[in-house]
């Protein structure tokens, strides 16, 4: 698990809400963008809430690109 201090960039995997995962797709306006399995792409309500999971590169470093 990577540090909570770190800011969610592109490809980050993160907790938006307890038990909940989504991938960052993409950040506008400093707003993250969100996917997750079986939703659209959305913008986060709350970007400090996000808490970051696994990087980019600890996720392809697992072999866990989707």
Do not use: F
């Amino acid at each position: 698990m990577t540090s909570s201090s770190h800011r969610p960039q592109v490809g980050d995997e993160v907790e938006y809400t307890t038990g909940r995962r989504a991938i960052v797709t993409d950040i506008k306006n400093g707003i993250p963008y969100l996917r997750a399995v079986g939703r659209r792409v959305w913008p986060t309500e709350d970007p400090d809430s996000l808490k970051v999971m696994r990087t980019r590169a600890q996720r392809i470093a697992d072999g866990d690109l989707w």
